[in-house]
């Protein structure tokens, strides 16, 4: 008969139990928990360079020039009260409307000749047209000063080789406030160029294929194939351009300085003249921020119209 010792040797170990995880382990599990503490570093660079800067922004709005005493929305109310203020809310309105629309139109068109290009040519018309983006606006902006200046204009002498008058193009309202959408439409239009031909390469081709078995036009294949797959890119692109533009600054500075008569100022130019150059930096804060509403009423509707094309399209 075996000993007690031999049987207590012969007999199957049993692993203890591990502890059950803790509530800390549990959340370092999750995909959620680890997501959060990988973006930390990112939200505190957006915390610090955008929150903050913001929030003291709205702060500095609400006190007086001497940024002695608390004023409310006084520096709003002066502000709707002045007559070049609300030419400067028109004038950014008309400026950022109309040079996103006329950015999105040649983006487009250029991405659509590009798309029918062989891929070896492709390639050297794509780093042509991107040159125009590349170069830094100020500088680029410096260069069209040049072309539009009235003495030195290069614009107008090739005018005068077909016999046209000079074109006041810096010195009259319209005038500049063309040449500033020009060269607005000039630097932007290849970022719309780039984010199109992106998104017309992932079109699939069968749906094309399908359009052309159905007998579908070069007209009805872009309405009913091309732009539906592009809303959403063509959404999103639009909006940034319109957040970049309304913000704009360094063209409408270097080219006009808000001139004449401070006719092509927009809100960065403006609120930079009235903060920093006229010494009122609470007024300048509440000129900048005539921005926010703008643009967060425009972002809602984008955003909006995204999730539910996107839901759509899920469903």
Not at 81 to 95: A, E, G, H, K, L
Not at 134 to 159: D, H, K, Q, R
Not at 169 to 185: D, F, H, T
Request: charged share 10%; aromatic share 14%; hydrophobic share 55%.
């Amino acid at each position: 008969m075996a000993s007690d010792a031999t049987i207590a040797r012969n007999a199957p170990t049993v692993a203890p139990r591990a502890a059950p995880p803790t509530t800390l382990q549990k959340m370092a599990r999750r995909r959620s928990t680890v997501a959060f503490l990988l973006t930390l570093p990112l939200l505190g660079v957006i915390g610090g360079l955008v929150a903050w800067p913001a929030a003291y922004a709205i702060y500095l709005s609400t006190l007086n020039r001497r940024m002695t005493a608390f004023i409310g929305l006084e520096n709003y109310a002066i502000l709707l009260d002045n007559d070049t203020f609300r030419m400067v809310i028109w004038q950014s309105c008309f400026f950022a409307i109309t040079a996103v629309i006329l950015k999105a139109l040649i983006g487009f068109w250029l991405a659509h000749m590009l798309h029918h290009i062989p891929t070896k040519g492709q390639r050297i018309w794509r780093g042509m047209l991107l040159v125009p983006w590349v170069i830094p606006p100020a500088l680029s902006t410096l260069g069209w000063w040049w072309m539009f200046e009235p003495s030195y204009s290069s614009i107008n002498w090739l005018l005068s080789v077909f016999s046209v008058p000079p074109v006041p193009w810096l010195g009259e309202k319209w005038w500049a406030r063309i040449s500033v959408i020009i060269v607005n439409v000039w630097y932007g239009a290849p970022f719309f160029m780039i984010m199109y031909l992106a998104a017309l390469k992932s079109v699939p081709d069968q749906l094309y294929e399908a359009a052309d078995i159905d007998g579908a036009t070069g007209w009805q294949r872009l309405r009913y194939v091309t732009l539906p797959m592009m809303r959403n890119i063509i959404s999103i692109t639009v909006l940034f351009s319109l957040i970049v533009t309304f913000a704009n600054y360094d063209i409408v500075r270097v080219l006009t300085n808000g001139g004449p008569r401070d006719l092509t100022h927009v809100f960065a130019s403006y609120a930079f003249q009235v903060g920093v150059l006229s010494g009122n930096i609470p007024r300048g804060a509440a000129v900048s921020l005539f921005m926010f509403p703008l643009l967060a009423v425009i972002a809602y509707f984008v955003l909006r119209g995204i999730n539910q094309r996107t839901k759509e399209i899920g469903a």
